[in-house]
């Protein structure tokens, strides 16, 4: 089960990548983001999982298509010929590699710990702070760039 | 379902390499920007992959807060990203990365 | 004041009253003319009561330190005292009456202040003081040369002053190795035997002391000070001053600080420089044209029978060599005095132009003449008995070498001075001046005492020489009703040779050269080599001073491009084309492609992780 998961992560991923046609491409992308969520939450993580279905799903996806739609006639011309094959040589080369090399993730059964033995709400307003001042920060980044860019519009344009 | 190992956590190590191997792919070799920021949000998704099959199965609180910086730093990126997107494509009708190289060098 | 603070007075009120007179306006002239006169007097009158009180010694600390500044005074001392206020009182006289419109005010200052450091190092008792004394006189050397007011007198007045600061320069080397010998700075009370580092330090000393009184080679300052400079000042340092302070640190390295043995190799140093300084100076004498420059080669070669009188070791020559000194003070501040109201009256110095002012100068002329026959060595004035001591001495040690410069010299001497007599005073009056009148008697006062001076020592040569033989070693045993007056020994005999050689040499000359007296010495002139010669010395071939001059232009242009133009070029060029090179082949790099730029990212996170994880 976790396996078809897995497989069917990477080839919509890879369908996002390879399709011409840009709404195609994103609703790859949306369809992806869902079966990550998914995989999240057999994780047990199903913060995470809800958090990745909210926002990359919902949020990120309409931007995309409002995006898309907005740029219409989309320029995606000539591609240069650049062979896939050298891509997937490269990525079996490192698998070697990694296999050889790198053990595998630490699944170690000793340390397991009752589910929720944490509570995750302190783990993110208490011990975490930091990290929640940074996002606000960049959320109110984020804000004012699009505000920026979005009033250029009202003001040059309609 | 909650007892079962995985099966391997391997598979998810190369999982997660080969969504990067793919968003590296679509930055290196795409010329739209939309494509470019497609292939950022590929990587920040194998990114988040592997933190999470990183703590299993704790599920521990710490690697979901990371998870969910990491995700609402991505949202403002691509909100950022898309919003130069557009402003790029009023200014010269094209969204074609080497149409502005104006500042190389 | 019996502790000897009296010693003072001879430094200091000299310095005083120059400093009063550089702040009286040039409205109250004769005001400042009468002070100057008064502080000469009157330093004259203390020195003369030296001569009462004995010996006085007077011991201070220096300005609250530590160091000993002590002021003694022994009988040459005194001697040399009394002719240096005598000199500066003569040449106050004349220079009140002849500066009329020149800046006086200046030259009456710097005469002053000289006059108080000269007395301040004749009384040194250490070495430390006197330094201090001979350095000052240094800047007022410069200042008075640039008082001339000639066009080069600054390059004269700067050649003076490196010339003459680098023998104080060797001088105090020598002072600093003397004080390794013997570890301390005062005078010693018996003179340190002359060996090992001891000779270095003897002649770098004697070069200090005799590159100050003008002799070989550092003398190519004083022929273009005598163009370039006031006469006064000509009459007043090389003539008289320099000749007394430098001849008597001469004798005092040679006999208070080291002890000089006849006959060795030092000895033998000094008698050769004086020989040369004799030959060479009157030779170019002999062709001057014009009578400042030939006084002034006459001064440096003089010099050389003095260095060569010391350097016997004798009595007789050392005597002879002191009286020589005095002499010469007396004889050449006359001279130059008499050049100077001959400028002063026809406007020029030049021997062509001028001619026959007998007639009209006779005062003048009777002096000059009188003089010019003193250095020639003319029986019976002064310059003949201290010539006649210094080549007995010279015949003592058994070389008769020096004997025979010291005879070449008195031939061309005389023979020149003939030339200088001849052609102003003597023969037809030059149309080309106008008719002058006799100078005041402001100005003829000094040169008819000092050519009284001269017939006086002559005559009654004991007084002088008794006082001179009682300070000099040994100079009791000299025997001194032998030699004065006496016309009857093989030496003289041969002195009057050379004069009478002189004369008819220089009538030659004149008959050679259509009658005209200043070109009697062309006969000379044109000799074949010596031709060649005496044009390279016009040029200043053998001036060491212009030779080191081009020397450092052109180790400076050597250094200007070798080092800071090259220093320059490889930070301003080298450093930045390169730079710049560099910076645009990286430039280049950056196409602008944003796939390039990650593909430099994925291979340095590779490089990153196979550093990190495999190696």
Request: glycine share 8%.
């Amino acid at each position: 089960m976790d396996i078809l998961l897995l497989v069917g992560v990477i080839v919509f991923v890879a369908c996002a990548v390879l399709l011409k046609d840009m709404m195609k491409a994103a609703i790859c992308l949306m369809v992806s983001s869902i079966i990550m969520g998914i995989i999240f939450f057999r994780l047990h993580a199903p913060y995470a999982g809800v958090f990745e279905i909210s926002v990359i799903a919902g949020l990120v996806m309409v931007l995309f298509i409002m995006t898309i739609s907005l740029i219409g006639g989309d320029a995606d011309v000539k591609e240069p010929p650049v062979p896939i094959a050298v891509f997937i040589f490269l990525f079996l080369v490192f698998s070697l590699v990694v296999a050889l090399k790198i053990p595998g993730l630490p699944i170690d059964q000793s340390r397991v710990l009752p589910i929720g033995s944490v509570k995750i709400g302190e783990v993110l307003w208490i011990r975490r702070t930091f990290d929640i001042i940074g996002q606000v920060g960049v959320i109110f980044a984020g804000v004012f760039v699009l505000l920026s860019v979005v009033g250029a519009r009202r003001k040059n344009g309609k | 379902m909650v007892n079962n190992a995985l099966h391997n956590g391997l598979a998810y190590t190369y999982t997660v390499f080969a969504m990067l191997f793919i968003g590296f792919y679509c930055i290196f070799t795409r010329r739209s920007m939309i494509r470019l920021l497609i292939g950022i949000e590929i990587i920040s998704k194998a990114i988040c992959l592997f933190i999470i099959s990183g703590s299993y199965p704790q599920g521990t609180a710490v690697a979901q807060v990371l998870v969910i910086t990491v995700i609402v730093i991505e949202v403002c990126v691509m909100a950022v990203g898309l919003g130069l997107v557009i402003n790029a494509y009023r200014r010269s009708k094209s969204i074609d990365v080497r149409d502005f190289s104006n500042l190389k060098g | 004041m019996s502790n000897g603070s009296i010693l003072l007075i001879p430094i200091l009120l000299p310095v005083i009253a120059g400093i009063i007179c550089y702040c009286i306006p040039d409205g109250l002239r004769k005001f400042r003319n009468v002070i100057a006169l008064i502080s000469g007097f009157a330093l004259f009158l203390i020195v003369a009561n030296f001569y009462k009180s004995g010996n006085l010694i007077y011991v201070s600390n220096w300005f609250f330190s530590t160091i000993v500044f002590s002021l003694k005074e022994d009988s040459f001392s005194r001697f040399i005292l009394l002719w240096l206020s005598v000199f500066s009182f003569l040449i106050t006289l004349y220079v009140s009456a002849r500066m009329a419109n020149e800046r006086s005010r200046e030259f009456i200052t710097y005469l002053l202040i000289t006059c108080g450091f000269a007395c301040g190092a004749v009384l040194a008792n250490s070495l430390l003081v006197l330094l201090f004394f001979w350095e000052g006189l240094l800047i007022t050397l410069y200042l008075f040369i640039c008082l001339g007011g000639k066009k080069s007198s600054h390059r004269t007045a700067l050649k003076g002053f490196i010339l003459v600061g680098f023998c104080d320069f060797c001088f105090i080397l020598g002072v600093i190795l003397y004080w390794r010998i013997t570890g301390s700075f005062d005078f010693p009370d018996s003179p340190v035997a002359l060996k090992g580092v001891g000779i270095l330090s003897f002649s770098l000393m004697v070069l200090g002391a005799t590159g100050k009184a003008g002799a070989l080679p550092f003398h190519t300052w004083i022929p273009d000070a005598a163009i370039d400079a006031p006469v006064g000042f000509m009459a007043f340092l090389p003539g008289a001053f320099e000749k007394l302070i430098g001849i008597y640190l001469l004798v005092k390295i040679c006999f208070n600080l080291f002890s000089l043995v006849p006959g060795s190799g030092a000895s033998m140093g000094l008698m050769i420089l004086g020989a040369f300084t004799i030959v060479i100076a009157v030779c170019m004498a002999l062709i001057q044209k014009d009578i400042k420059r030939l006084l002034s080669y006459h001064a440096i070669s003089q010099v050389g029978y003095m260095i060569l009188g010391i350097g016997t070791g004798v009595p007789a020559g050392i005597v002879g060599g002191i009286f020589h000194m005095l002499n010469h003070a007396i004889y050449k501040s006359a001279l130059f005095l008499g050049a100077g109201s001959v400028e002063q009256r026809t406007g020029t110095t030049d021997l062509k132009s001028l001619g026959g002012l007998y007639k009209e100068m006779p005062i003048t002329g009777l002096c000059f003449i009188i003089c010019s026959c003193a250095i020639s060595g003319i029986w019976p004035l002064n310059g003949y008995i201290s010539k006649e001591m210094i080549i007995d001495g010279c015949l003592e040690t058994g070389y008769k070498i020096f004997a025979i410069s010291a005879w070449l010299g008195a031939i061309f001497t005389f023979a020149s001075f003939l030339k200088a007599m001849h052609s102003i005073f003597l023969g037809e009056r030059n149309v080309s001046t106008p008719r002058v009148k006799e100078v005041g008697l402001p100005m003829l006062l000094p040169m008819i005492i000092l050519a009284l001076l001269c017939i006086i020592f002559g005559l009654f040569s004991s007084i002088p020489l008794v006082v001179i033989s009682k300070f000099v070693p040994q100079g009791h045993m000299l025997h001194l009703s032998s030699h004065p007056l006496n016309l009857f020994n093989t030496v003289s005999g041969i002195t009057i040779l050379c004069l009478i050689a002189a004369f008819l040499l220089h009538r030659y000359g004149w008959l050679k050269n259509d009658r005209k007296p200043y070109l009697a010495s062309e006969v000379v002139h044109n000799l074949p080599v010596i031709h060649t010669i005496y044009n390279l010395a016009e040029r200043r071939f053998f001036d060491i001073y212009e030779q080191a001059i081009k020397f450092v232009k052109v180790f400076a242009l050597a250094l200007y491009y070798g080092f800071d133009r090259s220093s320059d070029w490889l930070y301003e060029k080298l450093v930045v084309e390169s730079g710049i090179k560099m910076i645009k082949s990286l430039k280049s790099l950056h196409r602008g492609f944003i796939s390039e730029y990650v593909g430099w990212i994925f291979i340095g996170m590779l490089v990153i992780a196979i550093f990190m994880f495999i190696l």
